[in-house]
T-cell receptor, first 113, second 113 residues
Framework: GNSVTQMEGPVTLSEEAFLTINCTYTATGYPSLFWYVQYPGEGLQLLLKATKADDKGSNKGFEATYRKETTSFHLEKGSVQVSDSAVYFCALSDRGYGQNFVFGPGTRLSVLP | EAGVVQSPRYKIIEKKQPVAFWCNPISGHNTLYWYLQNLGQGPELLIRYENEEAVDDSQLPKDRFSAERLKGVDSTLKIQPAELGDSAVYLC???????????FGQGTRLTVV
């Protein structure tokens, strides 16, 4: 079945540090890939997405590139801020198999001033 | 545009009691999802609707959980009777049919005591 694996957290960084959160996936079809963010006490918000190989999703300084050859979708940001502290979820949606979203376990990021 | 609305935000009940959660999706969204999110984990699909039809309920514990989406708009998820292990956040999401992006509500945090 389809699955998503993320690097375990928590990740603690100083403000302005470089961020990478690794994500790899297993899918039987040709999925779309997503990063969702969850701030404390809130629901999930879409951060960025990519629908085909080599696409780069970007938003709010975050980027991720759909790498079909390595089945990866790593999240990066060049300079994190305290306000980026949240839990980040990598997810896939396989339209060929019902469009159910499959999520990774989440990675908690804490950014210190 | 209003987002996905869920109620209540919080619910505390005693074990063996019934509980119900309500979700109003984004207007025009045909696909509605209910997800379960345990503490420190990623969301897991319970049921997916296309309009009023439940097209994937394979992960719904049907001995105690039920759901309905009358008229293909609002949806209700019910647990009867609740168990201690049902304590979690219940998330509702919606998306356009054929679209790849799901929008999430803020969730209902259930505590069973």
């Amino acid at each position: 079945g389809n699955s998503v694996t993320q690097m375990e957290g928590p990740v603690t960084l100083s403000e302005e540090a470089f961020l990478t959160i690794n994500c790899t996936y297993t899918a039987t079809g040709y999925p779309s890939l997503f990063w969702y963010v969850q701030y404390p006490g809130e629901g999930l918000q879409l951060l960025l997405k990519a629908t085909k190989a080599d696409d780069k999703g970007s938003n709010k300084g975050f980027e991720a590139t759909y790498r079909k050859e390595t089945t990866s979708f790593h999240l990066e940001k060049g300079s994190v801020q305290v306000s980026d502290s949240a839990v980040y979820f990598c997810a896939l949606s396989d339209r060929g198999y019902g469009q159910n979203f499959v999520f990774g376990p989440g990675t908690r990021l804490s950014v210190l001033p | 545009e209003a987002g996905v609305v869920q109620s209540p935000r919080y619910k505390i009940i005693e074990k063996k009691q019934p509980v119900a959660f309500w979700c109003n999706p984004i207007s025009g969204h045909n696909t509605l999802y209910w997800y379960l999110q345990n503490l420190g984990q990623g969301p897991e699909l319970l049921i997916r609707y296309e309009n009023e039809e439940a097209v994937d309920d394979s992960q719904l514990p049907k001995d105690r959980f039920s759901a309905e989406r009358l008229k293909g708009v609002d949806s209700t998820l019910k647990i009867q009777p609740a168990e201690l292990g049902d304590s979690a956040v219940y998330l509702c999401a919606s998306s356009l049919r054929g679209d790849t992006e799901a929008f999430f509500g803020q969730g209902t945090r259930l505590t069973v005591v």
